[in-house]
């Protein structure tokens, strides 16, 4: 995901301007070499050298990236010229970042700096921003000024749209539009599955499928009609879609997707 919000950001800051930090060194120098990019040796380098440090990785792996990195973010806000830190780890509250990169509770006092000072913003995009055609939310610490954020938001800008949420909401975006893209992806085989069973063929069904939801959703973003509008628009009386839809209702499809994206949300506030 990192990758994929970085090549959309070279188009808007420029491929040059932009490194990547990897376990795996061979995926940063390819990654890199995509957008012409550079590559830093540890993540402490990457912090010393970028004003936007996206810190891209998963919830579980975010504590030890934090501890490595701790001394080099508070010695660049002590020089009043502090990196902003920029997370999409699921579950990861702006505050729970801030007090172990501002070094709350720990026992070198000299090391220590104030954890409102510490500008973090928590970001969460989806899989679509691959192709430039994500969502990504994105919610601020008090310390991030105006200017900056709108700069961040331009860049984001090139993966897809940018939304500014509270964030108090992100564990429920997370839910949704975060793992949304698996759902879909779910309902779209299931759809074109119902298709072959009906004696299409398997390339057809699917493209079928695909370009129907595709074509459904941007019917919904541009005439900013309700869904249920547009589904009544296609269930004419005693047809074909009342009558699929009659048994959608009696599995309790609204009520799975729903219980869903619930089962997410609460694994979300599980990781944080």
């Known amino acids: 995901m990192g990758s994929a919000l970085m090549k959309g950001a070279a188009v808007v800051a420029g491929g040059e301007n ?3 930090s990897d376990v795996d060194k061979a995926k940063a120098r390819n990654t890199a070499r995509t957008i012409g990019g550079q590559v830093f040796g540890t993540n402490t380098e990457a912090v010393k050298a970028g004003d936007l440090v996206f810190l891209a990785v998963k919830p579980q792996v975010l504590p030890s990236v934090l501890a490595e990195i701790a001394p080099a973010v508070r010695e660049r806000i002590a020089a009043g010229n502090p990196a902003i830190l920029v997370s ?17 509770g720990t026992d070198v006092p000299a090391a220590h700096a104030p954890i409102a000072s510490v500008p973090v913003v928590r970001i969460m995009p989806n899989t679509p921003a691959l192709i430039s ?10 310390k991030l000024t105006l200017s900056r954020l709108e700069e961040l938001e331009k860049i984001l800008g090139g993966a897809g749209i940018v939304d500014r949420v509270d964030e108090k909401h992100m564990d429920a975006v997370t839910s949704l539009s975060g793992s949304g893209p698996a759902y879909v992806c779910q309902f779209i085989e299931a759809l074109a599955d119902g298709g072959v069973l009906a004696g299409l063929p398997r390339g057809k069904a699917l493209l079928y499928a695909a370009q129907t939801v595709l074509g459904t959703a941007a019917m919904i973003m541009e005439s900013g009609k ?7 628009m296609v269930a004419s009386p005693g047809g074909t879609t009342i009558a699929g839809i009659s048994v959608l209702e009696r ?6 997707v729903i219980s869903a994206v619930e089962a997410a949300w609460k694994r979300a506030l599980e990781l944080g």
């Open 18 to 20: 932009i490194g990547f």
């Open 88 to 104: 999409m780890a699921a579950g990861w509250s702006i505050g729970k970042i801030q007090a172990i990169v501002g070094g709350s």
């Open 133 to 142: 055609k994500g969502v990504i939310a994105i919610a601020v610490s008090p």
């Open 226 to 232: 309700h869904p249920g509008e547009l589904k009544d």
């Open 251 to 256: 599995g309790a499809f609204r009520g799975t």
